[in-house]
């Protein structure tokens, strides 16, 4: 979603995303002029009369879970979207009975919490299962 | 004679020229009276819209409650043409 057109949208679509992703972009594309979903989501800013580049997951009952936001002339990181996706699909497949400790990927070792394993999380989780 | 301009990746805008002082006074004054601008939260519903959408060719409407049931990733950025 941006603050651009549908038009905008179809062109930059055809012209410039189509060359990078074939077929062009699957998903639909935004148009929020005037920024008032964007300022609903507090990520509209006025001065600029742009969205910054905010990014918010909501789960199958309309919950969000996790945003990120950051100011435009940075890029997101899809593969940390797509990781935090699948572990709060997992939280919510377990019930919660689950929680993905920090650097969890899917078939990582995940967390059971309960009054055993406090203090001793050290014990299932070592710094150096964060990294892949 | 137009100055060319340095761009980057957010729109550039334009803005009223010579007013910016009488501006700022007159917000000053209207602060008290400001509506507060909820911070978004995690944990509870997302804010539902409908807007104008393009998808696959067509110009159509999306409402963010059509995508209950499923899990959405909703992406805001500053512009279609710009770099990022």
Known sequence: MSVDSVFVHKMWNDCELAKMVKGGIPFPMLSDSGGKVG?????????????NRGR??????????AYEVLTPPVGRRVDETLR????????????????TPSGWRPGKPVLKPGP???GNVWKVWKTSMEND | MTEKAKVGCAR???????QAK???????????????????????PAPDFASPAYHKGDFTSVKLSDYMGKWVVLC?????????
Do not use: C, W
């Open chain 2, 76 to 84: 805001f950025y500053p512009g279609d043409f710009t770099f990022v």
């Open chain 1, 56 to 65: 918010f997951i909501i789960d199958p009952e309309g919950i969000i879970h």
């Open chain 1, 39 to 51: 300022s609903a989501y507090g990520i509209y800013d006025e001065d600029a009369g742009v969205e």
């Open chain 2, 22 to 44: 009488e501006q700022t006074e007159a917000t000053q004054d209207q602060q008290p009276f400001q509506e507060v601008r909820k911070m978004i939260q995690v944990g509870k």
């Open chain 1, 116 to 118: 055993d394993l406090v």
């Open chain 2, 12 to 18: 550039p805008t334009g803005g009223l020229v010579g």
């Open chain 1, 84 to 99: 935090q996706i699948q572990a709060y699909q997992h939280v919510r497949k377990t019930n919660g009975g689950e929680a």
